[in-house]
């Protein structure tokens, strides 16, 4: 089952103070990968805030009932390698953590002017029939696998 428009708005209320919370973590935390393989909290970060970006300004007020969305050309491998990149090389702390907030706090007030009957409306990417409620619970669940993982190395 979906989740309901309610629900999504308030999953990003909690990115939001989540992110505020990351602004405290160590330069340490900041910079060292969470499990041995993985991503630093810095690019983590920088994930999540480049897929955020992208929803923001290439996808979310395509989302109309009805309407057909090409199917997301950018190769997410290189999209990942770019954002991780950058949260080392071209972001200080500060900078990346206000830049996740501002997108987060964007996505949300949009969310809050699309009318509540658009949410279980279909519409397509490619061939595939969503909802915005479907979509954004998938996006929702990817951002808490990701939240999980720098909470659990942080609070380690």
Do not use: C
Not at 6 to 27: A, C, P
Not at 35 to 42: D, F, L, P, V
Not at 105 to 126: C, M, Q, V
């Amino acid at each position: 089952m979906s989740l309901k428009r309610e629900n999504i708005l308030q999953q990003y209320d909690d990115f939001i103070h989540w992110g505020k919370t990351l602004r405290n973590v160590s330069e340490q935390q900041w910079l060292e990968p969470v499990e041995e393989g993985k991503w630093s909290t810095a690019e983590i970060v920088g994930h999540l805030t480049a897929w955020s970006s992208m929803l923001l300004e290439n996808r979310l007020e395509l989302f109309k009932p009805g309407h057909t969305l090409k199917v997301f050309t950018k190769n997410a491998e290189d999209v990942n390698t770019e954002a991780a990149d950058s949260a080392r090389n071209q972001f200080s702390q500060s900078e990346l953590m206000n830049r996740y907030i501002q997108i987060n706090t964007r996505i949300k007030h949009k969310l809050e002017l699309i009318p509540e009957a658009h949410y279980s409306s279909s519409f397509y990417i490619g061939k595939n029939e969503l909802t915005l409620s479907s979509y954004m619970q998938g996006i929702i669940q990817h951002e808490q696998h990701h939240q999980k993982q720098i909470n659990t190395f942080i609070h380690a």
